[in-house]
Structures are given as C-alpha cells and as structure tokens.
C-alpha cells in the first residue's frame, strides 16, 4: 500500500488545485424559490440566466446561490421553472439583491406529469419476463465490476473463486454454472474470449443490464436454462471519446478507452475498444483450510498469510468499421475482437493445497460481421444478422516438483507437477457462431419473430510432456447446437394485456476422441464417446397493467440446457475435470410477480417496487462436486435426478426528486435433492436435504446522497454506501458432514465511496473503500475473497 502514497498525494493535490482556480473571480447570487399561494418552498426548482449557460438547481428548501463571473454586465434576467408550476422570469439588477420567487401552479401540467424512463426499457417491463433492469449512468463513476452490480441484484447470487479475474459462476433462483447464459446486444457472449466475459468488461462501455430469470425471450438465443444476462453497449449517435483509469489495493490497476468516429456525409463510422486489468491479488487468508505443517509434525493454525501466486493481467482491444443510417443497412460493421490473459494459479478447488508456480495463458482472436436493419424492404420487417469465428488457444504451465506452504516457502519435493502430472498442455478451441433474428409486425396488435444460433466447437490438444502412448492417441472433441426459436406477441384490451407465445427447439450432438490411463494394462487407452439429442420446449409470457404503474407478470417455460464446453470437455485451468456422460438438464420455470413502477405520495418522493415468486421442477441437474487427491483437488460435474427450487425476490427501489436514492433487495431460495432413489436403485440418503455450498438467503442495501454546485457550479458530488449480507450455508451436503468447514458462515459487508463530477460531465474522480470492517467474505466451497480495499478512478471524456 505504501508504494501508492505518492500518487495518493499527486492525486488529491491535482483535485484541490483544479477546484480552486475554478471558484476564483465569481459572484454569487441568492434566493429562494416557494409557491405563491401556500408559501411552502418548491425544492430542485432550475434556475438558470436567460440566453446564457449558467443556472442552478434549488435545495429542499427552495434555496439557491447562482456562482456568476464578476464581469457579467447587469441586469440579466431570471428563468426559474419546476415541474408542476408556470415558468418565471426575474430581472436581476444587483448582485447584492437577495430574491424571492414565487411560481404559480400550472394545473395542466400537473394533470399530465408521467415519470417515465426510457420507453425501451418500459417495454421489456410489459412483456411479463420476470426480469431487472440495471442502469449504468451514475454506477460508471465508482471503482465497480460488472460481477459486483449483478450480484446485488435479488435472486442472483455471483460466485467468485478469488480476487480479480478469477474464476466465476452465476446462480439465478437455484439454477447456476452455464445454466445462466450471457449476451452482448442480443449475441452469445461463449466465444467471446477472457478480456471480453463478464468478469472484465468495464462498466463504463455498458449502457445497461437486463437480467432474465428462469424464463428466456426468443430473440435471446441460447440454452439458458436458469436465465440470461444481457449487456447492452453504448451506442453513441456521433463522435466520442472515453477514458477511464483505475488503481488500488493488492496492486490492481484497471484502465480502458473507447471511442467512436463517425462521418456524417457517408455514415462510415469506426468503433473501437482497449482495456487492461492487472492485481496481484495478494491479499491476506485465514481460518480452517489455511494451516502449515512444520519439521516436527506440529500444525500452525489461526495465522493469516497473504495470498502469494494469484496475480492476473488481462488485456483485449475490440475494432468495429463499418457504416451506420444508410437506407440499406442501419449498421453493417466487420470486426476484430483479440484478447489475451495470464493467471497464476494459487490453489485448487479449495484452499488446503496452495501452488506456487502453477499458471496459464489464453488468447482469443475472433472476426466478426453484423447487419441490422428496420422495416427491410417492407414495413415492419426488422433482421439482425451476425456471425463471427473464433480460436482461443489455451496453455497451462506445471512442471515444478516443488511443495509450496501457506508462508510461501518451498516445503519438500514431489513426483510430478503440483496438481497431478507434469504438464505443457496446449488446447486449441476453433469456434464457429451465427446469429439469425427475423421480427415482423403483422399487425397493430400482433408480431412474430424467428430466431436461429448454431455454434459448432471443436477442441484440440497436445502436451509435450504427456507419455509417447498418451501423445499418439487422438485427442479432439466437438459438439455442434441448433437452437431454433419461434415467437408470437399480442397485444389486447387497450395494450393492457400483453402476451408472448414462444416455442424452442433444440439439437446438439458430441464426438469425443480421447484417452485415459488404464491400471490393469499399465498404459493409456483410447476412450470413444458420441451422442446426439434434442429437445422441444415451449413457454408463454404475459403482463396486465392496471394502469400505467401497476402490473402483474407471469412467465413459465419448459426449458433445457445441453453441456457446456467446460461440463463436458473440462478446464484445466479450473481444475475442472471431464464429464462426458453428463445428460441435458431440463426444468419447468414458473415466475408470478407484480410491479408497482413510480409510485408515489408526490412528484419528489417516487418508489419501484418488484416482487417475483419463483417455482424451479429440475431433472438430472448439473451438480458441481469435489475430488482429491494428496496433492491435487478438482471440480467435475453429476446430474441429479430431480431438484426443486421455489423462492421470492423482492426490490425496492425509492428516489427523492434527484438528490437522495436508496434501494433494498432480498432473495430467498429453498432448493433441495428430490431424488427418492439414487442410480442404483437404493434410498437416497439426502432426499428433501438442501443443495449444498449455495447460498439460499442474501440481502443487498444501496444508498446514495447526490450534492449539486459543490465547490463551483454546475459540479455534482455522490456519497454512496452499500450493505451486502448473505446467510451461513452448508459446504457439503448437510445430512453428510465433511472434514474442515461444514458451514461457510455468515457474512455481512459494507462499501463506501465517494465520487465527483466537474462541470459539463467531463471529468469525475471517485474513491471507493470495499469490505470496511474487513470481513472475511466466502464463496465456492469456502474460497475467501478480499477484504478491506480502497480504489481510485478518473474518468475523462475527451470528446
């Protein structure tokens, strides 16, 4: 931490200097703002100088101080205006004056004031998917990962295996791993590469997140069982340019830029990405799995150790050309998307065994096209294409004999490398995606869309120091998906009443060619595996508004999912091992909730209220287990007969006028092993016992006080705080027991941050504390996360 003290400093000097030159040379003038007939004061009114840039915002009593240079001529007039009264005008002829303005309400105006967002997003509300909208205009700011705002969102939980870049799974009301599926702008994001998953995307190319739950929309499509997370990017409409750069604890720095440009003659236009994550991650441990063996078989215990082999480096650039608002295309863009990241590798699937030199490195380089166009060729007729090749090589490193402790000391010597074999392995994965989406408006009230993704993967590998007999033995598996998806949206009863029809078809087939070791032969052997399968799901979605704020929503889906790469295939990375047999999960979804959207007792005090009632029928589950040995631990995967999961997720969301916020989710999740008997026909000892090591009640508070005109006009200061609490939850199963931690306890967080906005929106400083009290926070078979940390960030939007 001491080696960023001197950039602390630089950092706040810089601040200070920049908010003092700025206040110099200015007068101000002072007032008040109240209704002319109750002489109660009318707080957020806009006052600003008629024909000029300058203006202000009153306070919650009606107050204001409007900053002017001393050289601006006298008199000038006043504009003042509120939602809800008539406009004003005011001439001011003295600085010195100290005003009184009264407004007078316009009844018209009150009759037809709506507060309503963005009519896109009010759509995707009234289509009846059980769904959350996060927005990320003020989120940007602040020192947060994509992961973080996921998971305060109710009923999805974020699993993470360590600190920056590690590995991540996702639980969406009991369903979790590859069951959730994520999209960019519609696309499946699986052969997206590293630098561009969910784990490392800034928050700032984001404009917002839509999150499914159990019930997927056609056009999204892609084998998302549990539900789906779709990032939409930003699109700007002319020429900009972004950067942001971030640096904290554990040595983590975090910095993109992006930009377009644009000519509006020709609509050639050139978008582009670069991003570049780095920690050492090397935070500190403790508790029950963090233990040293001493010369003299004594054990220390209770001590806690830094982290001291996870650093991670990610870097990834994104390139668009194209051309945008031509008559025949409303964007056609070629692509480039390249990336690369290191990770070392601290330990395996839990903390017993630490490595010390293990590590891996991925590349991923993947040209893409997408066209999309409204009203093609006749009215109402909408496509969006897109298709895009993709090859990420993979290379994992373990070839030290090396013992590592918890002291990062080097404790003895082994056999092999520190997680099993010594090895070189080098895999190759050439990916194949394309996307076709059709809509059309057959009428007024109806609207059919056709959806189609086929992606092929096929995956190639070879490890120069595997045995002779292992290396001549083929190794390359494939699968190959069709999903075909078909949908019919109604509207009735004055738009009341809207309802979406939909039905999916799913294809896939696996071809595996590889080898394992036999112990009666004394050598490898080759292992054949083939299969085909398909599925027919089906599901409606529908939504009555009462009136405009009010709303019930009911979703069901039957719905299946087929393995995925790292299910099937493994991920040695992950230490992950392979699971060729693993059967498609399938499940019956069911969401009923109501939506109570700005509602309120006046126009200042406005809540969102969401509540989801949730019923998951799964059969043969993917179930994450582990194994280990005496120096290797590892995650490989089961089905589970039948799993039933039921919940409610429950958002409450409240705004004063535009300077306070505070928003409350909670999730609670009942999920248990209903299998009566077990695959060879006995009782199953844990029928009706809750699902293991998932956590099944959380609660995520957010509070936020925005300040205006601090030290110079047209400034904005946020102090936000957040509350995160997630309940003890059984390890392993909870009638089975298990050596070390049978419960990963409760954990309770809080973060603070501040952040400052300049005028004119172009430059904004934050600082952000996460973990205050430094607890110690769990996921994924007890894997501790960091604690306290403090972050900075400057975001500058050059033009």
Known sequence: MYRFRPLLLLFLMSFVFALRGLAENRVSIRGNVFDVHSKRPIPFSNISIEGEPIGTISDDKGFFELSIPKEFSLPFTLSVNSMGYKTKTVVVKSSQESLRIGLEEDIMELQEVVVNGDPEIQAIREKGFSVNLITTRQLEKQSVQVNELLDETPGIRVRQSGGLGSGTSFNINGLTGDAV????????????????????????????????????????????????????????????LDFSYSFGSFNTHQSSLTGQVKDEK??????????????????????????????????????????????????????????????????????????????????????????????????????????????????????????????????????????????????????????????????????????????????????????????????????????????TLEDRQRTNKHILGLTLENKSFNEKLKTSIFTKYYVYDVDVDDSEYS???????????????????????????????????????????????????????????????????????????????????????????????????????FFKTTSRTTQAEFFRFENIGKVISMGVDFDVKYHYADVFDFSFAMSYLDSRDQTPVDANGNHNLFYNERIPNEPYFQINNRAAYHFKNVFTRGSRMTVHWRMGYVKEFYRFIEAGGSDGKDMVPDQLYHDFGVNYSFPKNKVSLAFDLKNITNAQLFDNFALQKPGRAFYLKLNY???
């Open 181 to 240: 599926r994520f999209f960019m702008d519609g696309v499946p994001m699986d052969f997206f590469g590293s630098s561009f998953s969910v784990n490392n995307i800034p928050v700032s190319m984001i404009e917002r997140m839509e999150v499914y739950k159990g019930v997927v929309p056609v056009e999204l499509g892609n084998d998302a069982l549990g539900g789906a997370v779709n990032l939409v990017t930003k699109k700007n409409s002319g020429n900009a």
């Open 519 to 621: 112990s009666d032969l004394g050598e490898y052997v080759p292992v054949r595996f083939d299969t085909v399968g398909s599925h027919l799901g089906y599901g409606l979605a529908t939504s009555y508004s009462f009136n405009s704020k009010v709303s019930l929503v009911f979703s069901f889906e039957n719905a299946a999912r087929l393995p995925g790469p790292n299910e099937l295939f493994g991920n040695a990375s992950r230490n992950m091992e392979a699971s060729y047999h693993l059967k498609p999960e399938k499940s019956n979804n069911y969401n009923l909730g109501v939506n109570f959207m700005d509602i309120g007792p006046s126009i200042l005090h406005r809540f969102d209220i969401q509540t989801n009632l949730f019923y998951r029928d799964t059969r043969d589950r």
């Open 266 to 471: 020709t609509g050639l236009t050139l978008r582009g990405s670069l991003m570049y994550s780095y920690s050492d991650n090397n935070y500190q441990v403790w508790g029950d799995d963090i233990y040293v063996t001493n010369p003299d078989f004594t054990i220390d215990r209770g001590m806690k150790v830094e982290r001291f082999h996870d650093s991670f480096r990610s870097y990834g650039a994104k390139v668009d050309l194209g051309v945008t608002d031509k008559k025949w295309a409303d964007q056609f863009f070629i692509s480039i998307l390249a990336s690369n990241l290191d990770k070392d590798v601290q330990h395996g699937a839990t903390m017993v065994i630490p490595y010390g030199e293990r590590r891996y490195e991925q590349k991923t380089f993947m040209p893409n096209l997408s066209y999309a166009k409204d009203d093609l060729l006749v009215d109402g007729l909408n496509v969006k294409l897109f298709s895009a090749i993709s090859k990420e090589t993979f290379h994992l490193v373990d070839t030290s004999s090396n013992k590592y402790n918890w002291y990062g000391q080097i404790d003895g010597q082994r056999n092999s490398g520190e997680a099993g074999a010594k090895t070189l392995l080098t895999n190759e994965f050439l990916s194949y995606l394309n996307r076709t989406n059709v809509t059309y408006q057959l009428s007024e009230n109806y609207k059919i869309g056709v959806n189609h993704v086929f992606s092929s993967l096929i995956k190639t590998g070879d490890d120069p120091l595997a045995s002779p007999d292992q290396r």
């Open 797 to 799: 939007r050059i033009f």
